[in-house]
């Protein structure tokens, strides 16, 4: 059974800086990507960010591309991806989600299948 736990929201100030976790584990492809999305209260789920699993390519949002990096670290049962956030402005306030998807060129939400929980980041002065 796939999960994914992500953890490392909390509150920052404009300008700032957070690292998200996501430890995803019950993965049994050998090709899929992980994502990262986040939703406001009334707007619609946003892609941030993903990787994939083999080649470790990538891909960013505009809003969020030179400020965001995404980055991996494979162990025998886990994989746990990071979504390092620098120069956090208040419009990147949102719950994020971890996400897995087996086709690993998704970048849409109804493309991923399996979810975290989400984790929770303000910023805000």
């Known amino acids: 059974q796939v999960q994914l736990v992500e953890s490392g929201g909390g509150l920052v100030q404009p300008g700032g800086s957070l690292r998200l976790s996501c430890v995803a584990s019950?993965?049994?492809?050998?090709?899929?990507?992980i994502g990262w999305f986040r939703q406001t209260p009334g707007k619609e789920r946003e892609g941030v960010s993903g990787?994939?699993?083999?080649?470790?390519?990538?891909?960013?949002a505009d809003s969020v591309k030179g400020r965001f990096d995404i980055t991996r670290d494979n162990t025998q049962n886990t994989v746990t991806v990071y979504l390092q956030m620098d120069s956090l402005v208040p419009t990147d306030t949102a719950v994020y989600y971890c996400?897995?998807?087996?086709?690993?060129?998704?970048?849409?939400?109804?493309?991923?299948?399996?979810w975290g929980q989400g984790t929770q980041v303000t910023v805000s002065a």
């Open positions: 019950g993965i049994t492809l050998d090709y899929y990507v």
């Open positions: 990787i994939r699993s083999k080649s470790g390519r990538t891909y960013y």
């Open positions: 996400a897995a998807s087996k086709i690993i060129t998704a970048t849409r939400d109804s493309l991923y299948h399996y």
